[in-house]
């Protein structure tokens, strides 16, 4: 994702807005609802302070159709399921309903789903990913051979001697099934990964969280003062629209009904609705609304500042903030995603009856009961639509998350500790790594084509199943994500990665699987590079000339 320069002057209209909102529904609250306005001021003192002193923040080509068929049947589920978008299916339909078909979207919706022109229908989902890793299947993967000196004699030219790649370069391949590497280039040596930053925030959130995590968003009723509390569970994937683009396939849920969960996502208006139901049990009709925001902490602002490619980081928001009806890649954001969430609630409840006041910041307490919650899909289909699209706003969640349940701050300092620790517990090695995001925007991030390629190892290990959505995932050469619009011949549909683009930043991370059968996993990093187009070229024919035969 190629991120624009960044534009100071555009942060001072925002911040001006912001303020404005934030004391106009205050002064209203309190000339309506004056006990619950004390009531929340008297709790949450110290925060609103914080937060006025501080800043918020993917054509099949007939050649490759044919290859893939006839690897279908041997070494293609080793490297994940063949569907229109290649990404997992099996194991999730196989556990919901075994009548499902391939396809998924990643929530892209009809007309948007990232599947290039001409692109076949979506074909029925595959057997097992990686099941030939497992040893569990015959004609699965195969060990790569050992001649190192034939692949740097392959690999030299393409991206030692390379001058698009710029002054800085390192590189690695290794064999999936033993770890090995086969081909290393200042391995060691730590450069600005970018996006490619994605694959380890996706392998920490998943052994902190497990893949079948999910965020909750809930309202509370506090009692003493009857003020209704939306309390944010770092969901960015809420949505407040009526028609979630029919993302119920790509996010099937066997725990929660379509109408629970607005088709897969969790639905804001379905929360709404179910909160006024409660609420009328309880004859209640008016309430003041707040917003709770607290599960992080420290600045909503990224580094990068007010920025298209993200929203302001904050544990209430829904449809990542967006202005249009966008689900990926860069938009316009609104400048304060909690208060634009609780105010479409707002709405939402007054078309069941409840009328609401502007909503403001405050805190649930312990003593609040919940009236309703909405849950998103699973941890493991959050990381594939991370690692698809490229999605920063889920990485950010998720690193969040993982502080969380590590015992972190729940900052962007605690988030970067807190991926740091999850993979030094592993055993990865973490020498010269550093992590200020999640999302890889931040340019002071630091990654070693060792660390990649282990992450992609730790993936590939058939005893840690539940890191299986770090490889299927990632998206597949000319046909979904991020790599939907590259390799146009030669490895479409054999290559399977995690792009990374910055300003003078080009890297590439992922697998592929070799004409003769062997899984490796690559980690290609270009840095201070003048030419993103020649760049990215570069990189492509490196890992085309690992599938070539």
Not at 178 to 191: F, M, V
Not at 331 to 336: E, G, I, K, N, S
């Amino acid at each position: 994702m190629t991120v624009p320069e960044l534009r100071p002057w555009r942060t001072a209209g925002p911040r001006v807005a912001r303020a404005a909102g934030a004391v106009r529904p205050r002064l209203t609250r309190f000339a309506r609802t004056a006990t619950p306005w004390v009531a929340r001021f008297a709790r949450t003192t110290a925060p609103q302070l914080a937060r006025i002193t501080r800043p918020k923040t993917w054509q099949y080509t007939a050649g490759a159709a044919t290859a893939g068929l006839a690897l279908a049947a041997g070494v293609v589920t080793a490297a994940g399921p063949w569907d229109s978008t290649g990404q997992r299916t099996a194991e999730r339909d196989r556990a919901v309903a075994l009548d499902h078909t391939g396809g998924t979207d990643h929530g892209r919706g009809p007309g948007n789903s990232g599947t290039a022109p001409g692109s076949p229908r979506p074909a029925p989902s595959a057997g097992p990913v990686l099941a030939g890793l497992g040893g569990t299947t015959t004609g699965g993967v195969k060990a790569a051979p050992g001649d190192r000196a034939a692949l740097a004699d392959l690999l030299d030219p393409l991206l030692k001697d390379a001058p698009a790649l710029g002054e800085r370069r390192a590189a690695a391949v290794v064999d999936l099934t033993t770890g090995k590497r086969l081909y290393g280039l200042d391995s060691g040596t730590a450069l600005t990964p970018a996006s490619t930053t994605k694959i380890a925030t996706a392998v920490a959130a998943l052994t902190a969280l497990g893949p079948d995590h999910r965020l909750t968003t809930r309202t509370a009723l506090e009692a003493d003062t009857g003020e209704l509390v939306l309390v944010g569970g770092g969901d960015p994937t809420l949505t407040a629209r009526e028609d979630d683009g029919g993302t119920s396939r790509s996010w099937g849920s066997p725990r929660a009904s379509e109408a629970e969960s607005g088709g897969g996502l969790a639905s804001l208006r379905t929360l709404a609705e179910k909160t006024a139901a409660a609420l009328k049990k309880r004859d209640v009709r008016k309430v003041t609304l707040s917003y709770d925001t607290t599960l992080y902490a420290g600045t909503d602002l990224h580094p990068i500042g007010v920025n298209e490619n993200l929203a302001r980081v904050t544990a209430l928001m829904a449809d990542e903030g967006r202005t249009d009806d966008s689900t990926s890649g860069p938009a316009p954001r609104v400048a304060d995603p909690a208060d634009a969430a609780a105010r479409a609630f707002a709405g939402f409840l007054k078309q069941h009856g409840i009328t609401a006041s502007p909503p403001g910041p405050s805190k649930a307490t312990g003593r609040a009961a919940t009236l309703a919650t909405v849950s998103s899909p699973p941890l493991s289909a959050l990381v594939e639509r991370m690692l698809t699209n490229s999605d920063n706003d889920l990485a950010e969640a998720l690193a969040r998350h993982t502080a969380v349940a590590t015992g972190k701050r729940a900052d962007f300092a605690g988030a970067g500790a807190a991926i740091t620790a999850r993979l030094k517990q592993l055993g990865l090695p973490v020498d010269g790594a550093r992590f200020h995001d999640g999302s890889g925007l931040d340019r002071t991030d630091l990654i070693t084509p060792d660390l990649l390629t282990a992450l992609l190892t730790e993936a590939a290990d058939p005893s840690r199943p539940q890191l299986r959505p770090v490889l299927t995932g990632l998206p597949v050469a000319h046909f979904t994500g991020t790599l939907a619009g590259r390799y146009t011949d030669g490895a479409a549909g054999l290559v399977r990665a995690k792009t990374g683009t910055l300003t003078g930043v080009n890297t590439l991370a992922g697998t592929i699987t070799t004409p003769d059968g062997h899984l490796l996993g690559f980690a290609f990093l270009a840095n201070a590079t003048t030419d993103a187009w020649a760049a990215q070229s570069a990189l492509d024919r490196a890992a085309t000339t690992l599938a070539s035969p």
